[in-house]
């Protein structure tokens, strides 16, 4: 006859109830996991929101207590107005700068990613172009506008050539340096297998370095909008290839301020789309993988 162990009978009486409270408690964690991000993510918009609102309050309140003129500060009914009014001008010139703006972030990107790939497979490159890419940015873009616009053959190629020339040095220093931060252990094991320097940029490199590329991404994509601004301040174009810059001129020059905050306004919250979309980009394609972009599970 067998005896059964009395501990091993208390652990197979217990045992049920403790799976049953786990799988509980497993199941529970999604959902709590899942509120808790939905409450985040409604204070990230809500708080925002809200303090947006008391300022325009504030403003509101101020222009109207003190009797503020319009051509000194308009009250944000007579720049919503202004904005309504207005948008025929304004929408034309907000597509021009918005041309410049993506045409210089996409020329950058190119111009960036391939140069810091040629300046990570050769040394001798790298020696020979990188010290000019630093001289070029940093000298300030006002400084050599006038220069650009002697020589380039039209005022919207010179523009563009000023918001490349902001736009390009991120995209080249950070992919750059996400190169050069590859695991020297993966490096070697891909040596060990035989790679090719072709196959070890593709699986190897590329990958590492994106998340570096996304950062330059996103600070090339509010640089390529600011450089675009600037360069037409100082080329001053005028007609119906003039951007939002412009009008800002004109509208000071005319004491039309309500038209300059409204221009603002569009530059504002273009400046935000602009970061938005880089930033969702990046997500997209480090959310699976990349520890920025994973939720901490403790």
């Known amino acids: 006859?067998?005896?059964?162990?009395?501990?091993?009978?208390?652990?197979?009486?217990?045992?049920?109830?403790?799976?049953?409270?786990?799988?509980?408690?497993?199941?529970?964690?999604?959902?709590?996991?899942?509120?808790?991000?939905?409450?985040?993510?409604?204070?990230?918009?809500?708080?925002?929101?809200?303090?947006?609102?008391?300022?325009?309050?504030?403003?509101?309140?101020?222009?109207?207590?003190?009797?503020?003129?319009?051509?000194?500060?308009?009250?944000?009914?007579?720049?919503?107005?202004?904005?309504?009014?207005?948008?025929?001008?304004?929408?034309?010139?907000?597509?021009?700068?918005?041309?410049?703006?993506?045409?210089?972030?996409?020329?950058?990107l190119i111009g960036g990613v391939g140069l810091a790939i040629l300046m990570t497979q050769s040394r001798w490159v790298e020696l020979a172009i990188y010290p000019y890419a630093v001289i070029l940015q940093v000298t300030p873009i006002v400084a050599i506008a006038p220069l650009i616009l002697i020589y380039a053959p039209t005022t919207q190629a010179a523009l563009l050539i000023c918001a490349f020339i902001v736009a390009f040095f991120?995209?080249?220093?950070?992919?750059?340096?996400?190169?050069?931060?590859?695991?020297?252990?993966?490096?070697?094991?891909?040596?060990?297998?035989?790679?090719?320097?072709?196959?070890?940029?593709?699986?190897?490199?590329?990958?590492?370095?994106?998340?570096?590329?996304?950062?330059?991404?996103?600070?090339?994509?509010?640089?390529a909008l600011i450089a675009a601004v600037v360069a037409e301040f100082a080329a001053g174009s005028a007609g119906a290839q003039s951007g939002l810059a412009y009008r800002l001129l004109e509208s000071q020059f005319r004491l039309n301020i309500p038209r300059l905050f409204a221009a603002l306004l569009l530059l504002s919250l273009t400046g935000v789309v602009i970061f938005a979309l880089t930033s969702a980009v990046s997500h997209l394609l480090l959310r699976r993988w990349h520890e920025s972009a994973i939720r901490r599970e403790n």
């Open 1 to 108: 006859m067998t005896l059964l162990d009395p501990a091993k009978a208390t652990a197979a009486k217990v045992a049920p109830a403790g799976v049953s409270s786990g799988a509980s408690a497993a199941g529970g964690a999604p959902l709590t996991g899942r509120s808790e991000d939905l409450a985040d993510r409604l204070l990230r918009i809500a708080i925002p929101v809200v303090m947006l609102g008391l300022l325009v309050l504030l403003w509101a309140w101020y222009v109207a207590a003190y009797d503020v003129p319009h051509y000194i500060l308009p009250s944000p009914e007579r720049v919503v107005r202004s904005l309504v009014t207005d948008w025929p001008i304004l929408s034309a010139a907000l597509l021009v700068t918005l041309k410049i703006t993506f045409l210089a972030l996409g020329l950058a």
């Open 170 to 223: 991120p995209v080249l220093s950070n992919t750059t340096q996400g190169l050069k931060s590859t695991d020297h252990n993966l490096l070697n094991l891909f040596e060990m297998y035989g790679a090719s320097r072709w196959q070890t940029l593709r699986y190897l490199k590329l990958p590492a370095a994106l998340p570096y590329f996304l950062a330059g991404l996103k600070i090339a994509g509010g640089l």
